[in-house]
C-alpha cells in the first residue's frame, strides 16, 4: 500500500445520506473519538494466519486462512431513536472518504499478502448516547467533493487511486471494479473440481473465461473470470479426470457493469452485490464486530467444487454462490424477469456478522 496522501476535497457522499437529520438527535456542537474493532472466528474459535480452523462448511475438514480482507462503507451508529448517524473516518492508510479495510492476512503461515494489518475502523461523531452500528461490505461507486463534483471509487484506477483502493490484489482483472470482500482458505486435502474447459463466452459469463473477458450482460451477470482462478498448477490431476486445487476463494464484487472506467465513464452494475449490515446492539467501548468463517460458509463443501470458479466468485450460475450468497444476504439472480434485484439484498439479514465482548 502506497504511503497516504490527504485528499481533503472527498467527503462521503454515501455516509452523508440522512446525517443532517440524524446528528440533530444528538449534540451536535461536540465530536467523540470512535474506534471500533473488527476480528476473525470460526464459531468460538479465534482465527488466524497459520492455525487450523477445525469444523468448516458441510465437509467439516480443517483448514487455514490464506487470504482475509474486505472494504466497509458507509460507517455509522445508531441513536436512540433509530436514527443512522455517520461516523465521520479518520484519513489514513486504511480510511478514504467514508470508506475503510479491514486486512487480516500477514503473510504467515498459508497467508498472503503483506505484514500489514488492520483490524479497527477510527473517526468520530456527534457527542451522544447509541444503541447500535451499521454498515456495508463494498466500495460505494462515487462520492461527491466539497464542489458537488463525483468522485470514481468503484471503478477507478488502483495505479492512481489512494489507500486503500490502490491495491492490485483487491482489484478484479476486469471492468477496474473492486473486490469487496475476499476471503480465501485452504482446506485439508484440497479443492476436488471438474477440469478447467476450453473457455466459452457462456463460461465467461458466470466466472471461468479468459483472462481480461469482459462479456457478460444484465441476464448472466457478467461475473469476472479467470483473472482470479488459479494460476499455479493444480495439487493433483485425478484418475477420473478431475483435479484438486489448494485453495478455495470467496470473492465478491458487482457483476453485469458496463462502462469503460479507463476512460472515466462512472460505470453501471446489474448486479451491486453490496452487503448491508446493521447490529441493533452495539456498545463500541465494550464490543467488537465478528466475522463469522463458520456462518459464512454454511451449507458449502470446501473439499469439493461443482464448476466454473474454484469457490465463488460472484457469478450467477456457479453452483457455490447460491448458498453464499444466502449466508450474505444477497439475492443471486433476479426473483422475476425484469425485476431489478438481482445482487440487491433479499431482505433477510447477513448471517455472517455478529457481536461480541472486546477480548
Known sequence: MRAFTRITAVVAGLAAVGGAQAAAKVDGGERQQIAIRFALAAGDQPVECGRDIAGLGTGGQPAQLHDARFY?????????????????????????????????????????????????????????????????????SVVKDKDGKDVILNHSNFATAPAPLDLQSMTWNWQAGRKFIKIEVDPEGGVTRPPLKPKSPADAANGAGAQGDKSGDKSDGGAPAMADAPKAAP????????????????????????????????????NPN??????????????????????????????????????????????????????????????????????????????????????
Not at 94 to 115: I, M
Not at 290 to 317: E, H, N, R, W
Request: aromatic share 6%; hydrophobic share 35%.
Open 235 to 270: 495439487l493433483r490431476v485425478n484418475s477420473d479426470g478431475t483435479i484438486t486445487v489448494s485453495t478455495w476463494m470467496l470473492h465478491l464484487g458487482s457483476t453485469g457493469c458496463r462502462g469503460d472506467a479507463t476512460k472515466g465513464e462512472i460505470t453501471s452494475c446489474a
Open 72 to 140: 466497509i462503507a458507509a460507517p455509522a451508529l445508531i441513536d436512540a431513536a433509530g436514527h443512522e448517524v455517520p461516523i465521520e473516518l479518520e484519513q489514513n492508510d486504511w480510511q478514504y472518504a467514508n470508506l475503510a479495510l479491514l486486512d487480516f492476512e500477514n503473510k504467515t503461515g498459508k497467508c498472503v499478502g503483506s505484514a500489514d494489518v488492520n483490524d479497527t475502523i477510527k473517526g468520530s461523531a456527534p457527542r451522544g448516547r447509541y444503541k447500535g452500528f451499521s454498515f456495508v461490505i463494498g466500495v460505494p
Open 274 to 359: 453490496r452487503v448491508p449490515v446493521k447490529l441493533a446492539s452495539f456498545d463500541s467501548g465494550r464490543q467488537r464486530v465478528v466475522l463469522d468463517l463458520k456462518q459464512l460458509f454454511a451449507g458449502i463443501d470446501l473439499g469439493k467444487d461443482q464448476g466454473f470458479s474454484t469457490g465463488c466468485m460472484s457469478g450467477p450460475a456457479d453452483p457455490e454462490c447460491a448458498p453464499m450468497f444466502e449466508n450474505l444476504g444477497l439475492r443471486l439472480k433476479e426473483t422475476a424477469p425484469d425485476a431489478n434485484d438481482a445482487g440487491q439484498s433479499s431482505g433477510a439479514s447477513t448471517k455472517i456478522f455478529r457481536v461480541e465482548a472486546t477480548k
